[in-house]
């Protein structure tokens, strides 16, 4: 089982790193598009102002009273654009200046000299690179093209810097996810490991108080087997055997109660009652045990308290602690009972003047199966009484304490939220 549990959170982390992962690669994929996208855009449109201000440069200096040739070829060679590079072509497509160019930017140039403008692309030697063309005709009439062409490495510089720097952090955070996916896995997995093991403590348990009587059952039965026997014997057999089921009966009964409540197939109601006459109707009942144990039980303060919640299950709770009260409590002892409201709070008090409890055994008498030394050589029981008690008393949001002293006697308190 601890293995399971093991590959759990290994499984658990996995997903949490491989779903970070997936997020990432989406996300880092849609900024390197977008990112190389407008990196692109903004290059055309830097060879777009570029070859229009060579246009207006050439036709300021034309103005001037410089020749239009010479204002051309100055305006194209004075014009610095920082990454990029400017051409002038003349009116059949032949180099002005500079006079070495790449054939695909003289195709550009006999284009636009056609259409007017032109944008292309093309691939060489040393790389990706952008052309935007443009004709324009001076006031002498002369009709030039001027082109402005740019490398895309510088694109593929900065996305590679974005990549580069996209990676590492992507790298880090993978990391602090699997350490903060681990932590939560191990997180994740406690309860079920918690219920697991209580689960087998709780069968382990409940194997172990089945046992003895179902030890007695087969063994009466195969005694009271073995030869013929007088009516009598088989009669006493058959009691002892009566009782055992008895016994098992109880045991399977508060199993199924337990087992019922925290599953929720037994659903809580929370409806609005009075605590006093529930713990007037239990202690009606319990007055019989207590009357054949020779323990006195009595009321003391009963005043009318409203509460909410399931009613069969409250009485379920008093009866328990009543009954523990008067078996724990010796012949000629007592036991009182209470029921007010100090503060505005249901309370119920149920204070005996048995056996008491040890300090080292009281933090386990809400465990299941548990019951101290004392109290196994009085009574016979399960311990699943105050177990049962409790998850009832969780189940309404209400709060039950035991306060003791070896003894001397146990006072039991159950507060419960206002009903207003």
Request: no cysteine; aromatic share 6%.
């Amino acid at each position: 089982m601890d293995r399971s549990l093991a590959r759990l959170r290994h499984r658990l982390t996995a997903y949490y790193v491989g779903s970070f992962a997936a997020i990432l690669l989406l996300v880092g994929g849609g900024m390197y598009w977008v990112t190389a996208r407008e990196v692109e855009q903004q290059l055309v449109r830097t060879l777009h102002a570029a070859s229009g201000d060579a246009v207006r440069a050439a036709q300021v200096i034309e103005g001037e009273g410089v020749p239009t040739h010479e204002a051309a070829m100055a305006a194209v060679e004075e014009m610095e654009v920082p990454g990029s590079e400017l051409f002038l072509f003349d009116a059949k497509g032949n180099p002005v200046t500079p006079q070495q160019v790449e054939p695909q930017v003289r195709a550009a140039a006999v284009a636009a000299l056609a259409r007017g403008t032109v944008d292309a692309g093309y691939g060489g030697p040393g790389g990706e690179w952008r052309v935007h063309a443009r004709r324009f005709t001076m006031r002498g009439g002369r009709t030039y093209v001027a082109a402005a062409v740019s490398d895309l490495g510088q694109i593929e510089a900065q996305s590679l810097r974005l990549i580069e720097t996209f990676v590492a952090g992507a790298f880090l955070a993978l990391v602090l996810v699997a350490v903060l996916g681990h932590r939560l896995a191990v997180l994740s997995v406690r309860p079920v490991d918690l219920t697991l093991r209580q689960m087998r403590r709780f069968l382990g348990d409940a194997a172990h108080e089945l046992r003895t009587p179902i030890s007695v059952l087969r063994g009466r039965a195969d005694v009271a087997l073995q030869r013929k026997r007088q009516p009598a014997e088989y009669r006493a057999a058959l009691e002892v055997v009566g009782r055992e089921a008895e016994a098992m009966g109880r045991i399977v009964d508060d199993l199924l109660t337990l087992a019922r409540v925290e599953s929720g197939v037994r659903a809580v109601e929370h409806e609005p009652l009075y605590l006093d006459d529930l713990v007037s109707d239990a202690v009606a009942s319990a007055g019989v045990l207590a009357e054949s144990r020779g323990v006195r039980l009595s009321v003391g303060e009963f005043d009318e308290t409203a509460a909410r919640g399931d009613a069969a299950l409250l009485r379920q709770l008093l009866m328990i602690v009543l009954q523990n009260a008067v078996k724990y409590t010796p012949q000629r002892g007592e036991v009182r009972v209470d029921v007010h409201r100090p503060g505005g709070i249901p309370t119920v008090v149920v204070e005996d003047t048995g056996i008491g409890i040890a300090p080292a055994e009281l933090p386990r008498v809400f465990e299941r199966f548990y019951r101290g030394e004392e109290a196994r050589a009085i009574t016979e029981g399960a311990g699943l009484g105050l177990s049962i008690a409790r998850r009832i008393a969780e189940e309404h949001h209400a709060r039950i304490a035991v306060h003791s002293e070896p003894g001397k006697g146990t006072r039991v308190t159950l507060t419960f939220p206002s009903a207003g």
